[in-house]
């Protein structure tokens, strides 16, 4: 008769206690995982001008981009320099309540292709969110605006503009490789 000796058990339990991983651990990787992807879709949405599937969110009108560059018929020209014969941003307002007033300038450029950004501040506020739906005993996070104002405005250009706010082919690849790495370390 021959006895066979193995240390099976020990290995099936350490994999066990491996798989059980602590909510620390859980909790630090879900957060890596939204705060990766909220850098890369803020890049996307708010300076490329990208929807998730790669295609452009859409050109702006000739009318918005008066404002959106500062450039209206009321503007001075540079008189001399290097910009000479160039029209300075921004002007007056000629009508309505601020009549008379200057006009705000938000150097932006003369591209047409829409990015959601005007002022900054939807952009700026695009930050991670932790979400209510626990995972096991760990909240989860996502990515959104702390502003009740921006998040508003995310809802309404999500109607209109529909697959902007969803994660991208490789928004999705940097997730999976993080999940992937956690669960390698897991092992280790």
Partial sequence: MI???????????????????????IDKMLRTMAISTAGDMAYRIH????????????TYSAGYMKVRTGKFS??????????????????VF?????????RPSYNRTDSTKV??????????????????EPIRTVNGYGVGFKNPINTKKYQWLSEKNPNVYELSVSEKNKVRKIAEEFIKNLFK
């Fill in 47 to 58: 300076t490329e001008g990208k929807k998730a599937d790669g295609s452009q969110i859409g």
């Fill in 74 to 91: 009321t503007n001075q020209t540079y008189r001399s320099g290097k910009r000479k014969g160039e029209t300075k941003p921004t002007g």
């Fill in 115 to 132: 990015v959601f950004s005007l002022t900054r501040q939807m952009e700026n506020d695009f930050s991670l969110k932790e979400t209510k």
């Fill in 94 to 102: 000629t009508r309505g309540k601020n009549k008379g007033q200057k």
């Fill in 3 to 25: 006895t066979v000796t193995s240390n099976i058990d020990s290995v099936f339990k350490k994999m066990a206690a491996n798989i059980k991983a602590s909510p620390q651990a």
